[in-house]
T-cell receptor
């Protein structure tokens, strides 16, 4: 049973397209996150949602729009994809907003050509 | 501005010996520190953590040491096993900012039989 699952695992798309990455957690956690790992391997937080409410938005271009239909899901929609968006995107969850241990999904490798 | 730094991109150790991975941070407001382990094509998995009120935490073969005055932490793995070969990420957070993890850039550990 996968605790945090993301789909797709790989995504290759052309510049200018719009794409979505889905994330689901079956841990009953209240808080979910999106992290981006760039070409230099730095993992940086993008967004955090607690009980479907946005609580962290880290200076991410507004082409990136997270959507949380319920607390078990946090999807990431990206409009007008650019070459620089190529990265690995990780979804994560934690028990609640104050909890320190986050559980990560396997990542989605996005390649924009 | 990289607040968490792992200055060794790679480390090679013989099986059975001790592995020491180092991490430095600049923000004195961090009050919780974590180590994550990452295999290729997988998400990071939580390994061990330490609160800033402690200077040592041990879990089986893994021990984390925190030196607040030096803003330095280290992860000791003893004895090292080939299955420990992975990328290790140090992460820090301010617990009053929820689960916003600030990651180092990782150290790739290779344990040779």
């Amino acid at each position: 049973d996968t605790a945090v699952s993301q789909t797709p695992k790989y995504l290759v798309t052309q510049m200018g397209n719009d794409k979505s990455i889905k994330c689901e957690q079956n841990l009953g956690h209240d808080t979910m996150y999106w992290y981006k790992q760039d070409s230099k391997k730095f993992l940086k937080i993008m967004f955090s949602y607690n009980n479907k409410e946005l609580i962290i938005n880290e200076t991410v271009p507004n082409r990136f729009s997270p959507k949380s239909p319920d607390k078990a899901h946090l999807n990431l929609h990206i409009n007008s994809l650019e070459l620089g968006d190529s990265a690995v995107y990780f979804c994560a969850s934690s028990r609640d907003w104050g909890n320190t241990e986050a559980f990560f999904g396997q990542g989605t490798r996005l390649t924009v050509v | 501005d990289q607040q968490v730094k792992q200055n060794s991109p790679s480390l090679s150790v013989q099986e059975g010996r001790i592995s020491i991975l180092n991490c430095d941070y600049t923000n004195s407001m961090f009050d919780y520190f974590l180590w994550y382990k990452k295999y290729p094509a997988e998400g990071p998995t939580f390994l061990i953590s330490i609160s800033s009120i402690k200077d040592k935490n041990e879990d089986g073969r893994f021990t984390v040491f925190l030196n607040k005055s030096a803003k330095h932490l280290s992860l000791h793995i003893v004895p090292s096993q080939p299955g420990d070969s992975a990328v290790y990420f140090c992460a820090a957070l301010r617990t009053n900012q929820g689960g916003k993890l600030i990651f180092g850039q990782g150290t790739e550990l290779s344990v040779k039989p």
